[in-house]
């Protein structure tokens, strides 16, 4: 018996050993596999205009078309998810950096389920722009919808009360209606859509500028592509001012200029506004546009890109321009897609950093790689 019991734990010593060889041989390779990941996945210390651009979990981020909200000291990148290809087969993301280099994926935070069929899939979901309404409390999205070739070319809007969302979708809209000629005549030069005089005029690129004084204005390409509206927001941000009135609370800036693409922003007193060429997928030399105030008169400063490809804008369409962090005030980022239109998944993004001298002639230079 006493054989027994001492072969029994001889065998249980041998056991123990053995187990505790297995884990330690597990720690071992867990440690080694931690080390290789925190070696891939290190802090980004620099922007390289151009180039794959990854999050925190490593994954490719998408946002494209999109625009970046401050809140505390938290930025949100909102854009399209392209990695299903081109159509609105996901919905829009949300990233969230504290230094803008380093991204978190919050997720799909309006899913192409919460739009109208007809803007899924193969419809669009465009150039999300969100701003805080300090009155509401509420995270304001509005966006793009395109379907049937640009005929279905309509404003969405959603609302959440968290910056990473849920948003709920609200409706969707064309703003004003506006007769400038669609009926014919010497003012029509281009076609527009069929149905602008009963459903209002086209509604396409666009963005969101939230002032100092918390009013909020919708800039959007209209008359199908040819003038760029500019309207005051109601104190909510969830529709237009109303009544509507001409270079009252909405002007037609731009006519007949064929700019897409409005990238808004404010410096020294004057309102900037990137916007590029109507050229769809390929670039095309970019234009900036300064105005005394959002509802004036807007005149052409030209072509801010110097140096090489200034006439393709480095390869980029104009989507945001932020102030740039930790610099002092009339210094700014150009945030720009380099689209890949046959492959949309593979477009990537071009941030450039730029300065607004005294005269307001923009200069964006290429830089290769940058940092704050």
């Given at each position: 018996?006493?054989?027994?019991?001492?072969?029994?734990?001889?065998?249980?010593?041998?056991?123990?050993?053995?187990?505790?060889?297995?884990?330690?041989?597990?720690?071992?390779?867990?440690?080694?596999?931690?080390?290789?990941?925190?070696?891939?996945?290190?802090?980004?210390?620099?922007?390289?205009?151009?180039?794959?651009?990854?999050?925190?979990?490593?994954?490719?981020?998408?946002?494209?078309?999109?625009?970046?909200?401050?809140?505390?000291?938290?930025?949100?990148?909102?854009?399209?998810?392209?990695?299903?290809?081109?159509?609105?087969?996901?919905?829009?993301?949300?990233?969230?950096?504290?230094?803008?280099l380093n991204w978190h994926n919050e997720g799909v935070v309006l899913p192409k389920e919460a739009l109208p069929v007809a803007f899924r899939d193969s419809g669009a979901c465009e150039r999300p722009k969100?701003?805080?309404?300090?009155?509401?409390?509420?995270?304001?999205?509005?966006?793009?919808?395109?379907?049937?070739?640009h005929l279905e070319a309509d404003a969405g809007i959603a609302v959440a009360d968290q910056p990473a969302g849920p948003f709920k979708y609200l409706y969707k809209t064309r703003p004003i209606r506006y007769?400038?000629?669609?009926?014919?005549?010497?003012?029509?030069?281009?076609?527009?859509?069929?149905?602008?005089?009963?459903?209002?005029?086209?509604?396409?690129?666009?963005?969101?500028?939230?002032?100092?004084?918390?009013?909020?204005?919708?800039?959007?390409?209209?008359?199908?592509?040819?003038?760029?509206?500019?309207?005051?927001?109601?104190?909510?941000?969830?529709?237009?001012?109303?009544?509507?009135?001409?270079?009252?609370?909405?002007?037609?800036?731009?006519?007949?200029?064929?700019?897409?693409?409005?990238?808004?922003?404010?410096?020294?007193?004057?309102?900037?506004?990137?916007?590029?060429?109507?050229?769809?997928?390929?670039?095309?030399?970019?234009?900036?546009?300064?105005?005394?105030?959002?509802?004036?008169?807007?005149?052409?400063?030209?072509?801010?890109?110097?140096?090489?490809?200034?006439?393709?804008?480095?390869?980029?369409?104009?989507?945001?321009?932020?102030?740039?962090?930790?610099?002092?005030?009339?210094?700014?980022?150009?945030?720009?897609?380099?689209?890949?239109?046959?492959?949309?998944?593979?477009?990537?993004?071009?941030?450039?950093?730029?300065?607004?001298?005294?005269?307001?002639?923009?200069?964006?230079?290429?830089?290769?790689?940058?940092?704050?």
């Open positions: 018996m006493q054989t027994l019991i001492k072969q029994m734990n001889a065998d249980n010593i041998s056991r123990l050993i053995k187990n505790c060889a297995v884990v330690f041989c597990l720690i071992t390779a867990g440690t080694a596999l931690h080390a290789q990941v925190s070696t891939t996945l290190k802090p980004i210390t620099k922007i390289t205009p151009g180039t794959v651009w990854k999050d925190t979990n490593g994954e490719v981020i998408e946002a494209h078309g999109g625009g970046i909200m401050q809140q505390g000291n938290i930025y949100y990148w909102y854009g399209e998810n392209h990695a299903k290809g081109e159509g609105n087969k996901t919905g829009i993301s949300c990233y969230s950096s504290k230094d803008l969100v701003i805080y309404n300090d009155r509401t409390k509420k995270y304001v999205m509005w966006m793009h919808l395109v379907a049937r070739g007769n400038y000629g669609y009926r014919g005549g010497s003012a029509r030069t281009y076609v527009g859509d069929p149905e602008e005089e009963t459903k209002g005029n086209t509604f396409r690129d666009m963005t969101l500028f939230k002032d100092s004084d918390n009013k909020a204005y919708v800039i959007y390409a209209s008359e199908d592509n040819a003038t760029m509206y500019i309207s005051l927001l109601n104190a909510d941000y969830e529709a237009i001012a109303t009544p509507a009135v001409l270079n009252k609370t909405w002007v037609r800036a731009l006519p007949g200029a064929f700019r897409e693409a409005p990238a808004v922003f404010k410096a020294d007193g004057w309102y900037y506004m990137f916007t590029s060429g109507t050229t769809g997928w390929k670039p095309n030399p970019a234009k900036v546009y300064r105005a005394k105030t959002m509802l004036g008169k807007w005149e052409d400063m030209g072509n801010p890109c110097a140096g090489d490809e200034q006439q393709t804008s480095f390869r980029s369409q104009p989507t945001c321009v932020i102030p740039a962090p930790g610099r002092s005030a009339g210094n700014f980022i150009y945030m720009g897609d380099r689209w890949v239109g046959e492959a949309l998944a593979q477009s990537t993004y071009v941030w450039l950093p730029f300065s607004v001298p005294a005269d307001g002639n923009i200069r964006l230079q290429f830089y290769k790689e940058w940092s704050f």
